[in-house]
């Protein structure tokens, strides 16, 4: 940290004290004596999802937790366990480094978390997913659910 008085690259810090967004330090330099305060921020990115239809759309939590919470509904599920499935994607999100991620992507994260979570919101999350179209498609993915498959995209 240059001193602004001395332009002395040496100092430090005396104290320290963090604030809800920032880190505000007091310092010393080593240089000329002289006090100064440094304020530091984490910088921090916003999520994009990449849509279908090529759109870009800032991450929302809320949103991601709205349709997990809508596959499980009325399942016999701890409202813990929903949250915490949310956090688990949120954090791999952030985890990856990307800024941007398809949608497809987080569908797929999503689901793999389902599939250990409860069968049947897996089940739900996957037919509004995919759009199923037909009783053929749900039941071609209820017997791929069985012999731990995957579901397949429908055609």
Known sequence: MTCPYC???DSRVVDSRTADTEIRRRREC?????RFTTYERVESFTLRIIKKDGRREPFEREKLAAGVRRACEKRPLAVDAVDALVDRIERRLRESGQREIASAQLGEWVM??????????YVRFASVYRQFADVDSLRRALDELDTGGRIAVSP
């Open 7 to 9: 332009r002395a690259r």
């Open 112 to 121: 793999d978390r389902l599939r250990e979570l409860d069968q049947i919101a």
């Open 30 to 34: 080593e240089g000329c004596g002289e």
